[in-house]
């Protein structure tokens, strides 16, 4: 594929960004599946978030080509060949990961409609609905938004500064795939569909890790590109589960057990390598220092937020006080990710831990200095649960940076998780 001369060629009516409804994380299915379960009647909001309030989307995204997009991903449906994909692959070792009665549902999906105002050079962009349909927007929203903001800045470069910018980009992959190989026993997978810069590029970067790590690149969260190449698809849960059942707590002390409520409903459906924490969304110290013993039998955890070396210190003493050894558990570090900083932490808690990277945006977005003004550097969007049930939602994370609520809420939720002062780390994306 030659995407430089595949993007100077944007001159269709529409050229899709999202191609099928599986152009979408591997954890986003495993979690619709548990919601369909559980909590299928459960009227959610989504909302696009920009942390990087200086990126003004809606003056960089016109509106038209936007809902293009958009009622495009709505017009998709599961194709015959995904779903035997889906039906019939191993992940994680199991056959018939998704049950018969969730892929019939799957099968006749619609995504349901969006709302779209612009504001203050911002897109409000919301989604509403029972919580199984709504959640499959979460992903599709955020990689058409972002190939949107790089296709207006790749709008009016000719075809030979296309050519340099990518091989540009290429080189600068490709150097820190030469600095990855230098590490021994590596486990990386690609994390980066909901903020990459366009889908071709995560395919080509996808390929890149194939060829350059070869056994020490383990798969990719994006569900189209793992049936397309053949190789694992990656993923657990996410926030996303936390933050919804927690809103619907009618108490305070529903509230303090709404975390492990959705841990115990995933412990029902999956084992192995798909028994992973994500510990911060309300403070992982604290989460861990309530946590019911039997999760403390769990593969692993996963480290999302704050700083990635505590982290994962908090996650071994916690380990050896519930009699666990750590040498056994799996660590993955996911948050802002690159090269530099995978090898200094696999060289930190190699042998003391198993260690993976979920390596995201500085993977399939890291265009930084390659455009004037730097046009194409990655920035900080996401699309959350904003309320279940009419209730807001709340995640305070081990960043403040990252807290999301209303004032208020965001106060109980300390309140009822004892959650005191917090260090502020830099949001990278």
Not at 236 to 248: D, I, Q, S
Not at 348 to 355: C, K, L, P, W
Not at 363 to 370: E, V
């Amino acid at each position: 594929m030659d995407i430089a001369t595949r993007v100077y060629n944007h001159k269709w009516k529409i050229d899709p960004i999202i191609r099928s409804l599986i152009d979408t994380d591997f954890y986003k299915l495993l979690m619709c599946q548990s919601v369909f379960r559980n909590r299928p009647d459960t009227t959610v909001t989504f909302s696009l978030i920009n942390r990087s309030r200086h990126i003004r989307i809606a003056e960089l995204i016109d509106e038209g080509e936007l809902r293009e997009q958009l009622d495009h991903v709505r017009s998709l449906s599961l194709s015959r060949g995904e779903s035997t994909w889906l039906r019939g692959n191993t992940f994680y070792g199991k056959r018939q990961m998704f049950r018969p009665d969730f892929m019939e549902w799957f099968e006749n999906l619609r995504l349901p409609p969006y709302q779209l105002e612009k504001r203050d050079g911002q897109y409000e962009l919301t989604f509403e609905g029972k919580w199984p349909e709504v959640m499959m927007w979460e992903i599709p929203a955020l990689a058409v938004i972002m190939e949107l903001r790089s296709r207006a800045v790749l709008a009016d470069m000719g075809r030979f500064e296309l050519q340099v910018l990518y091989a540009r980009a290429m080189t600068k992959l490709w150097e820190k795939v030469e600095n990855l190989r230098t590490v021994d026993d590596l486990r990386i997978a690609d994390f980066g569909t909901r903020r990459r810069h366009s889908f071709l590029w995560q395919d080509w970067c996808v390929q890149a890790l194939i060829e350059g790590l070869g056994d020490s690149f383990v798969g990719t969260s994006n569900c189209l590109i793992a049936m397309r190449r053949d190789i694992e698809a990656i993923g657990t849960n996410a926030h996303e589960l936390p933050m919804v059942y927690a809103a619907l707590a009618d108490s305070d002390e529903e509230l303090a057990q709404a975390p492990y409520k959705v841990l115990a409903d995933w412990h029902e459906e999956h084992d192995g390598n798909l028994r992973i924490i994500l510990p911060d969304t309300y403070g992982t110290r604290g989460f861990l220092e309530r946590a019911p013993d039997w999760l403390a039998g769990w593969t692993g955890i996963r480290i999302d937020s704050g700083d990635p070396a505590e982290g994962a210190e908090i996650a071994i003493a916690w380990w050896k006080s519930r009699g666990e050894d750590p040498r056994e558990k799996l660590v993955i570090f996911s948050d802002g990710l690159d090269a530099d900083r995978i090898i200094a932490l696999h060289r930190q808690f190699a042998g003391r831990v198993r260690v993976s990277f979920g390596w995201g945006t500085l993977l399939t977005n890291d265009f930084r200095g390659l455009a004037k003004d730097d046009a194409l550097a990655p920035f900080s969007l996401v699309c959350k649960a904003v309320s279940a049930n009419g209730r807001p939602t709340v995640k305070l994370s081990d960043n403040p940076r990252k807290a999301m609520g209303p004032a208020a809420e965001i106060a109980r939720y300390k309140r009822v998780f004892g959650v005191g002062e917090q260090v502020e780390q830099d949001v990278i994306v």
